[in-house]
């Protein structure tokens, strides 16, 4: 680990952090907020790679744990893992990892298309193998009802996927980060 995969790792643990700025829909279906932070995950794992975008994803929720409020709504401490997101919040760093491990496998290959696709897989269909199950877990919500609910937040995801792409694509072009040795 260098200094410099540290600063990576830093550095999108922050940027993810700083989209919980953006103020977070509540949805009277379920307990769980629409945010932009998994946007966050989405970049950190498909510009750092699997390692270092899941090192990202972990650093930002150890900081959450020990108290500082950097989830959306201002929220951190130990709390929020034992609430209705805790699936969620740990879905973000397989996620993370994901989508960073395909991107590297896809990498000589990586288009907007395929970014996209990774996008999906890891930010939407992994996160929510883990966050939905979560949400049955930790809120008492039927596995039905979690399932229903959650289906209201994938057309925004799908836009993070594609915005997430995008951003990948043009850093894979202009400093190509996971092309370099890690």
């Known amino acids: 680990m260098t200094t410099r995969d540290i600063t990576l790792i830093a550095l999108f643990a922050a ?6 700025v953006f103020p977070p829909i509540a949805l009277p279906i379920l307990p769980v907020p629409i945010t932009a932070q998994s ?3 989405m970049l950190a794992g498909g510009i750092l790679g699997a390692k270092r975008g899941g090192l990202a994803i972990l650093l930002l929720l150890v900081l959450v744990a020990i108290g500082l409020p950097l989830l959306s709504g201002g929220r951190g401490g130990l709390s929020v893992f034992f609430g209705p997101t805790a699936g969620f919040l740990l ?7 994901v989508i960073g491990w395909l991107t590297e496998k896809y990498w000589d290959g990586l288009s907007f298309v395929s970014a ?5 897989v890891g930010g939407i269909g992994v996160l929510y193998a883990i966050g939905i199950p979560g949400i049955t877990l930790m809120a008492g919500v039927p596995i039905s009802k979690a399932f229903m609910g959650s289906v209201t937040f994938i057309p925004g995801d799908i836009v993070k996927a594609l915005i997430a792409a995008a951003v990948m694509v043009t850093v894979k072009k202009s400093y190509p980060i996971i092309g370099q040795a890690a």
């Open 39 to 41: 946007l966050g995950v």
């Open 15 to 20: 940027l993810t952090a700083v989209m919980a």
């Open 91 to 97: 879905g973000w760093l397989v996620a993370a990892f």
């Open 116 to 120: 996209t696709l990774i996008c999906v």
